[in-house]
């Protein structure tokens, strides 16, 4: 299911070389993938993706998320993603939520209000709370 956060970026469960043309023409600037390749058998392979992504204009980056968590460098890889984007930005992960919490870090280290971020969030049914303390912390960091 696609969900739309903000203005800013929507995200979205696994997507296909098929679905970018749709992406595409649906007035997005860039795909993010969070999910590493090879994570579950059948899943389409990122340079894939990629090749659509860049045939149809789109930037295309890649910054997979595994089970260990996030870092540092992936949380400012999205805000680079986000900044750089000239348009909407379309993100996808196994189920949308990586691409969500990557995303509200994201937003927090930058600046953005952590109550604010929550509500976008749970808003597009995402639910923050095991990161809040991360967005509070990253929030107050700058």
Not at 40 to 59: C, K, N, Y
Not at 127 to 141: F, K, N, Q
Request: glycine content about 10%; proline content about 6%.
């Amino acid at each position: 299911m696609v969900r739309k956060i903000d203005d800013s970026i929507t995200v979205s469960p696994q997507i296909t070389p098929d679905q970018v043309t749709e992406i595409a023409r649906a007035g997005f600037s860039g795909i993010v993938n969070n999910r590493p390749d090879g994570e579950e058998t059948g899943q389409p392979a990122g340079d894939a993706i990629r090749t659509v992504a860049e045939t149809m204009g789109l930037s295309y980056t890649e910054i997979p998320v595994t089970s260990a968590g996030f870092s540092h460098a992936q949380i400012d890889a999205m805000r680079e993603a986000l900044d750089n984007a000239q348009g909407p930005i379309f993100a996808f992960c196994r189920s949308g939520t990586r691409s969500t919490n990557l995303w509200a870090l994201a937003e927090a280290k930058a600046g953005g209000d952590p109550e604010t971020i929550v509500t976008k969030a749970a808003e597009a049914g995402y639910d923050l709370s095991g990161i809040r303390p991360m967005l509070d912390a990253l929030a107050g960091a700058r």
